[in-house]
């Protein structure tokens, strides 16, 4: 028998899911249904969960990393469910959590059986979609955690001497981590246009083109 818990905070899709899992066959027990991690943490059990089904998108302060953390001393294994895989914050929290995840357009009976089966059993599912975000990533340009720190103040459209005071950096060095940054977008295959020898122009087009690939700007590696 595999537990189930399932947590989302609107109330009729959670119990929608698990009318689904009830469906499918007596391999399964839904344990519960819960509106947040937190009172699913708070309630006593009548079994150990093995599998959570966790919503990706909740209210203010409830982050799917943070409830991810927030679900380890439970031992379960998480399965997030989201109607929007393009979100980056899931491939964002997939590079850190060994978490499952899968759409809800996608759950036909059998789906949702062959994937609560293989999380059970420790195993791992991706949605293909999400999936591509993480090869893609593989791709992208290698930077060191500073000049991240100063890519995503350069692409708010901060200007680099602006960024300096904001890091408590000289120019000099601002200047310097943008022409290393320029220098390790065209090694990984993204030339950058040079409509000017300016820094400030630099920045702009060094920021254009991270949204443009789709760098993982709020990416705190």
């Not at 295959?189 to 409509?195: A, C, I, S, Y």
């Amino acid at each position: 028998m595999i537990t189930v818990a399932i947590v989302d905070d609107d109330k009729y899709v959670r119990e929608g899911l698990a009318d689904h899992v009830r469906r499918l066959s007596d391999e399964f027990q839904v344990l519960g249904t819960f509106g947040s991690t937190a009172r699913l943490l708070g309630c006593e059990m009548s079994a150990p969960v093995d599998v959570v089904m966790l919503d990706v998108i909740f209210g203010p302060g409830q982050q799917l990393d943070e409830n991810v953390r927030a679900l380890r001393p439970l031992g379960a294994r998480i399965l997030a469910v989201t109607v929007d895989t393009g979100r980056s914050e899931i491939a964002h929290v997939l590079r850190r959590h060994h978490i499952s995840v899968v759409c809800k357009e996608d759950l036909t009976d059998d789906v949702l059986r062959s994937v609560l089966l293989l999380v059970a059993r420790g195993g791992r599912h991706v949605d293909p979609r999400v999936q591509g975000q993480l090869d893609a990533a593989l791709k992208m340009p290698r930077l060191t955690r500073r000049q991240d720190e100063v890519l995503r103040l350069i692409v708010t459209g901060m200007p680099p001497k602006i960024v300096a005071q904001t890091l408590h950096l000289t120019q000099a060095v601002v200047y310097q981590y943008l022409e290393d940054m320029e220098r390790r977008f065209v090694e990984a295959g993204f030339p950058l246009r040079r409509d000017g020898e300016s820094t400030r122009k630099r920045a702009w087009e060094l920021s254009r083109k991270a949204i443009e690939i789709g760098y993982p700007i709020d990416d705190h590696r």
